[in-house]
């Protein structure tokens, strides 16, 4: 069974930094590509950044440059280090992924987590 769980989030001044942290179980974070999304208060989801199973990675233009997805094989885990933070970045932050079969596309979402950047 595959289950993501998010951690790391918290409050913040602006410019500050955080270091979220997805748990992945049941399917290998080198051989899958995992997202990071958010969803701000009345906004849309929208994904921030993104890693593949070859290990590229990307982010969103407004968060490139002080965002930065990586990942740890042996700890089974994606991370998403955030800095220069500011008042916009408040949001609830998911990580996602999905694995397609025979049976169809099946995705999976963590719970999320809390960010808020005071100014």
């Known amino acids: 069974q595959v289950q993501l769980v998010e951690s790391g989030g918290g409050s913040v001044q602006a410019g500050g930094s955080l270091r979220l942290s997805c748990a992945v179980s049941g399917l290998s974070v080198t051989g899958n590509s995992v997202e990071w999304y958010r969803q701000a208060p009345g906004k849309q989801r929208e994904m921030v950044a993104s890693?593949?199973?070859?290990?590229?990675?990307t982010e969103i233009d407004s968060v490139k440059g002080r965002f930065t997805v990586s990942r740890d094989g042996a700890k089974k885990a994606v991370y998403l280090q955030m800095n220069s933070l500011n008042a916009e970045d408040t949001a609830v932050y998911y990580c996602h992924t999905w694995i397609e079969s025979g049976a169809g596309r099946r995705d999976y979402w963590g719970q999320g987590t809390q960010v808020t950047v005071s100014s």
């Open positions: 890693i593949t199973s070859s290990g590229s990675s």
